[in-house]
């Protein structure tokens, strides 16, 4: 079975300072790695994911994350934040042995200020 | 362009009363999926589908029953709804064998049981 762990529950952030939004997960088997970001009163849409090949993803918005399988995690970050990425960030992960579920983790509150 | 549509988006119920959640997407989707989102416990899987005439259990399939008659079409019903179902609920589709596709969701459908 699979796990997603994010720690951070509100990460605030002054607007053009840099972010990172952490991502831990636990599997016994290889897995799939994914950010979806949710901005209020919508759906999730996906931001970028991980598949195979170089660890560094870049995803729409200027969001970027680095896999990095000893550690076991998938951190999301940007260079330069503005007030529309205000939103809710979320980690999750499939396995690759096709079972068809998307495990998510808790959710990260990012809120750029002013 | 719809995408995924649930209906209806907003319900009020009384405790054992049942009602039944509609999921349409118009992308010719294999893979449907219906998710509740509460605070601070991020997206839990309820049930999912990998065809029409199919449906399997994920994380919390207790208190819900799922059918899949059209493949456009992912219903989720509540036979007795209890307070501990009030909940945001999401519905996804994705096109992708082996977890290696998008999910693409529906806006949610919040739900009050009294």
């Known amino acids: 079975a699979q796990s997603v762990t994010q720690l951070d529950s509100q990460v605030p952030v002054f607007e053009e300072a840099p972010v990172e939004l952490r991502c831990n997960y636990s599997?016994?088997?290889?897995?799939?790695l994914f950010w979806y970001v949710q901005y209020p009163n919508q759906g999730l849409q996906l931001l970028l994911k991980?598949?195979?090949?170089?660890?560094l993803v870049k995803g729409i918005n200027g969001f970027e994350a680095e896999f990095n399988k000893s550690q076991t995690s998938f951190h999301l970050r940007k260079p330069s934040v503005h007030i529309s990425d205000t939103a809710e960030y979320f980690c999750?992960?499939?396995?690759?042995?096709?079972?068809?579920?998307?495990?998510f983790g808790t959710g990260t509150r990012l809120k750029v200020l002013a | 362009n719809a995408g995924v549509t649930q209906t209806p988006k907003f319900r009020v119920l009384k405790t054992g009363q049942s009602m039944t959640l509609l999921c349409a997407q118009d992308?010719?989707?294999?893979?449907m999926y219906w998710y509740r989102q509460d605070p601070g416990m991020g997206l839990r899987l309820i049930h999912y589908?990998?065809?029409?005439?199919?449906?399997a259990k994920g994380e919390v399939p207790d208190g819900y029953n799922v059918s899949r008659l059209k493949k456009q079409n992912f219903l989720l019903g509540l036979e007795s709804a209890a307070p501990s179902q009030t909940s945001v609920y999401f519905c996804?589709?994705?096109?992708?064998?082996?977890?290696?596709?998008?999910?693409?969701f529906g806006e949610g459908s919040r739900l009050t049981v009294l």
């Open positions: 996804a589709s994705s096109y992708s064998q082996g977890n290696t596709g998008e999910l693409f």
């Open positions: 599997s016994s088997v290889s897995v799939y």
């Open positions: 991980y598949l195979s090949g170089s660890t």
């Open positions: 999750a992960v499939s396995d690759v042995k096709g079972t068809y579920k998307y495990i």
């Open positions: 992308m010719n989707h294999e893979y």
């Open positions: 589908s990998v065809g029409e005439g199919t449906t």
